[in-house]
DNA sequence: CACCATTAAATCGTGCACAATGTATAAATT
DNA sequence: AATTTATACATTGTGCACGATTTAATGGTG
């Protein structure tokens, strides 16, 4: 039973998987020592930002933007509140839901971080048009294979 | 003292950041039920495809290809070894050198794995010059930013 | 030869990330 | 009212991923 395949699958270099990959970790190293300086991982700098764009969401809200797991969220929110960054109160009118907001500490570490997209930009190497291109396709990507 | 902040800054959307990170994770996610049947986990398949193209790598030439760390390589190497996929063995010029090669095992389960860039492709949405252009863009990004 | 810096690899601790499982509440059905 | 079903959230276990430390081998240099 024969595999249809083309040699561009044989090659590592043409595996644009392998490239996101990379990328995506080379990334949340360059954010690193900055956001060590603030006490955050890369995760959390992402739930800062989400929190501090959108001003209120709860956990379910929370993990369809970032498409993360109760799982994953739940210790990572309680290591936050823990911190005093971020406020969990549960809903009155329905105790299974718990809401989320940021507290002023969250808020200023969250402000403290934003020059982290310009320090992307500008290492990037990519053009204004190539970087729009970029966040376009990506954008496309990500929606088509997460439904 | 003010920090230069354009409004691009504060919303979710606009950080590159975000979708790439969540397009790997998407990208796994998709990629897993099949790499499952075949027992193996998402950097186990990259280090497979690797040394499928490359033949023959040291410990440290795979960590440079893949961008990773002895302390992420070492146990992974290990469970591969211990399931018959690769081989290690000390070089006996230097031995501090660790040679990787695959053994047919290895060998069987990466071309089962051959439909997996297909699978990217068509769930993609992209069309044939986006992901081009997607290829391009990701490694000129990534070959910047780690140097 | 001995000394020191470098390098290869392994080990350890912390934090995601996900699957699987468990628990509690709410809503729907009988 | 009682039972089922679905949903929200928590818990547990495995496997990366990285920084930091450790061990061991190599390669100069005096």
Chains 1, 2 share one sequence.
Not at 25 to 35: H, K, V
Request: hydrophobic share 35%; with cysteine; aromatic share 6%.
């Amino acid at each position: 039973m024969e595999i249809p395949v083309n040699n561009d699958n044989i090659k590592l270099d043409n595996h644009l998987c392998f490239y996101i990959y990379v990328t995506s970790r080379a990334i949340q190293r360059m954010y690193m020592p900055r956001l060590k300086q603030l006490g955050l991982t890369y995760p959390q700098y992402l739930v800062l930002v989400a929190l501090y764009d959108k001003q209120k969401l709860t956990v379910n809200e929370l993990g369809r933007l970032l498409d993360l797991e109760y799982g994953t969220l739940s210790p990572m929110l309680k290591r936050m509140t823990d911190r005093g960054l971020i406020s969990k109160v549960r809903s009155t009118e329905d105790e299974r839901i718990v809401e989320l907001t940021l507290l002023s500490e969250g808020k200023l570490k969250r402000q403290q971080a934003l020059q982290l997209p310009q320090l992307l930009a500008s290492n990037s190497g990519l053009t204004d048009e190539e970087w729009q291109q970029m966040v376009h396709l990506t954008e496309k990507m990500f929606k088509n294979i997460s439904e």
